[in-house]
């Protein structure tokens, strides 16, 4: 199944339909009153796991293994920096696919959003930055991504340099600045030319509101 043609930007129907029934089975697990409903939740999430399988190239086994966090199901939250040195923002290049995006990754429990950026640039650029605004909060689902098994938000700061220099880390091979007219190749699971782009908006217009969803 496609996605809806009228929002070619929204994921595919299947996977929409997928993260749902991990999230109510997940939820589910979690409340139910006895062995029976527990059971029957299990099985929807084994659905749930067998549906995105279908649509990649994983084994249900493994997409269940991915599912292991209890409670009640809510986004996961990604954090990514938008670091500006003059009029150029700073990019890293991931290991795992070669392409640049900003730095960032999963905020960790114990971590206040902006610290979690402040952390993200440290770790995979080498640089120390400040966190000073809030520039999006972004529903991952509502933009131009690959699809991906879970539901997500993206919570992008712009930051102050402060210091340090480029170093790779076990996860980036490179950091380097880049003027917005010579962006390298993206890695768009990450963040995608629009977002960057209303990086450079934030940054050139400092008034400018928070953009959500």
């Known amino acids: 199944m496609t996605a809806d043609p009228d929002k070619p930007d929204t994921p595919p129907q299947w996977l929409q339909w997928a993260q749902r029934l991990q999230a109510l089975a997940q ?23 067998a549906m995105m399988a279908a649509g ?6 493994f997409i269940q293994g991915l599912f292991t966090e209890g409670g009640y199901a809510t986004p996961k939250v990604d954090v990514r920096a938008a670091v500006f040195r003059g009029d150029c923002i700073l990019m890293v ?3 795992s696919d070669g392409l640049w995006t900003l730095p ?16 993200e640039v440290r770790e995979e650029a080498g640089f120390e930055v400040r966190a000073v605004k809030l520039a999006a909060l972004y529903d991952r ?3 131009p991504h690959p699809p991906f098994a879970f539901h997500l938000w ?3 700061f712009v930051c102050e340099l402060l210091g340090g220099e480029a170093r790779p880390s076990i996860e980036t091979e490179a950091a380097e600045f880049f003027a917005e007219h010579q962006l ?14 209303h990086m450079y908006e934030h940054h050139r217009n400092p008034g400018l509101p928070t953009s959500f969803d």
């Open 141 to 143: 689902n509502r933009h």
């Open 104 to 119: 960032g990754g999963w905020a960790d429990v114990g971590d206040c959003p902006s610290s979690a950026a402040e952390r």
């Open 93 to 95: 290049k991931e290991r």
């Open 184 to 197: 390298p190749p993206l890695s768009r699971g990450r963040a995608t030319l629009e977002q960057i782009r």
């Open 56 to 61: 990649s190239d994983r084994q249900p086994q």
């Open 27 to 49: 939820t589910g697990i979690a409340f139910a009153g006895n062995e029976f409903d527990r059971e029957r939740y299990a099985a929807v999430g084994r659905i749930a796991a």
């Open 154 to 156: 993206k919570a992008f």
